[in-house]
């Protein structure tokens, strides 16, 4: 088995065409990333057959799921940085161990979610002004997520796990047999079809979890039994303090990024508010069109990571950091057409899914500004998932909170209230923002930080300095 992994990384990520290297990663993750975006548009189709309490219900709960998966994003970021530089440097037993340590990490969150069922969901929803029948299905909801978040920890851990070895594709697979369970379960158990019950918001959480529960057992039956690029073994499962450390050391900032866009979007959200629900409806169609180019850049920047992860591990910065460039100028080729069609086309995209004279409007404004940021936004992901790879998860989580805390909340307030300039002035602070942080992006990066921050994990985990050895 050992010998089949040094084969396959030989072959793989540190060596041979850098393109190649991208596409290989990238590709399936970014028909995992959609797939992860279909998981939400099934549930909200059926629940929306409900009714709009139910829909209410949803949102809510969802809101608060973002908490956990916040969580689980911290966890499975050090993840990646640290299997990608042990996979990178050929040392397996420390890939294995880190995944060890994973897993464990995922079993002590899932406890930490049961605790919360036990003592209470409804003072969460509470928080985010759920009351009555919304605040009674939102519960439901959320004590099925949190009671079997052990699923959803371990098949996220595994998945992140294997990509950051460089296996993309079984993750994808397990994503697709994740999501066809999830979309034939969803109708029966939140419609109560044939001889289910009728569960409504609930039925939701349970094709969720029953979706990701045969994923999981896809992916651990592919661990044990089949040749794979990790390994599960019983002995890395005691509790190593200094490799949890610094996994979560890592992560933090990571889940730091996450909650930071979390406050972003919830205060822009009250702001456009203010204005109506004209405003309200063009700002969520244009924010849903805006994944047609993030659902591909996850997949340019988590490649990256991997690639940037793998190639500082095998001590080849040099190649880190051209394949970083690389995956930026084919993100570009992306980004560049469909902000030019976002530009161009406005107007007709945002009346596809609603031809009120106001959202057009409105909506039509929105767009031309989110389009001109689109070049941009390849640096800002890209080059800041290439740092987090590297393990320097600080670098990016300070350009991410100047950007969103101290660009884009205080000037879109600034020019839609105090100057008078109103919804325009909320999209010129999102169109300001996103172009700093794009900018500053670049400017950290070729700094050249993150080419020696994986050392500094390495020596606090082994004790000894570790520049770039292969030894």
Request: positive net charge; contains cysteine; aromatic residues 12%.
């Amino acid at each position: 088995m050992k010998r089949n992994r040094e084969r396959k990384i030989e072959k793989g990520l540190t060596e041979g065409r850098i393109s190649a290297s991208i596409w290989k990663l990238a590709l399936p993750m970014m028909i995992g990333g959609a797939l992860q975006n279909l998981f939400t548009l099934v549930d909200l189709y059926f629940v929306g057959m409900l009714g709009h309490i139910e829909v209410a219900a949803l949102s809510i709960a969802g809101i608060i799921m973002s908490v956990l998966m916040m969580f689980i994003i911290g966890i499975t970021t050090g993840t990646i940085a640290l299997i990608a530089h042990y996979t990178g440097n050929r040392k397996h037993e420390k890939t294995d161990e880190v995944f060890g340590q994973t897993i464990l990490l995922g079993i002590i969150g899932s406890v930490i979610m049961l605790l919360i069922t036990f003592f209470g969901v409804e003072p969460l929803l509470k928080l985010f002004g759920a009351k009555g029948d919304v605040l009674r299905f939102g519960a439901e909801f959320l004590r099925i997520i949190f009671g079997w978040s052990i699923v959803i920890f371990l098949f996220v851990g595994i998945n992140q796990s294997l990509r950051g070895s460089g296996d993309a594709r079984t993750p994808l697979k397990a994503l697709i047999i994740a999501n066809i369970i999830n979309i034939f379960f969803c109708p029966l158990l939140i419609l109560g079809l044939w001889f289910f019950p009728r569960m409504g918001v609930a039925g939701s959480a349970a094709a969720t979890v029953i979706g990701r529960s045969v994923g999981l057992i896809y992916l651990i039956l592919h661990i044990c039994i089949r040749q794979s690029t990790i390994q599960l073994r019983w002995r890395w499962l005691k509790p190593n303090i200094a490799i949890m450390r610094r996994i979560l050391s890592i992560g933090s900032y990571a889940s730091l990024q996450v909650l930071v866009r979390e406050i972003s979007f919830l205060f822009l959200m009250r702001l456009v508010a203010h204005y109506g629900d004209v405003a309200i409806a063009a700002y969520g169609i244009g924010s849903r069109l805006r994944m047609v180019i993030m659902v591909p850049g996850f997949g340019f920047a988590n490649a990256a990571s991997v690639l940037t992860g793998q190639n500082l591990g095998a001590g080849q910065p040099d190649r880190a950091s051209r394949s970083t460039w690389r995956t930026v100028l084919y993100y570009e080729f992306l980004a560049i057409p469909v902000s030019i069609l976002f530009i161009a086309f406005a107007p007709h995209l945002i009346a596809f899914f609603n031809d009120y004279p106001g959202v057009v409007s409105i909506g039509a404004t929105y767009m031309r500004y989110l389009g001109a940021t689109f070049p941009f936004l390849a640096f800002t992901l890209v080059l800041g998932q290439a740092m987090n790879g590297a393990g320097d998860t600080r670098a990016t989580t300070i350009v991410n909170a100047i950007g969103q805390l101290l660009v884009r909340i205080p000037l879109a307030y600034i020019l839609a209230l105090a100057l008078g300039i109103g919804a325009t002035g909320i999209w010129l602070g999102i169109n300001a923002s996103d172009i700093s942080q794009g900018i500053l992006m670049i400017f950290v990066f070729q700094m050249g930080h993150w080419k020696t921050a994986h050392a500094k994990h390495r020596e606090k985990l082994e004790g000894k300095d570790y520049i770039y050895s292969n030894k």
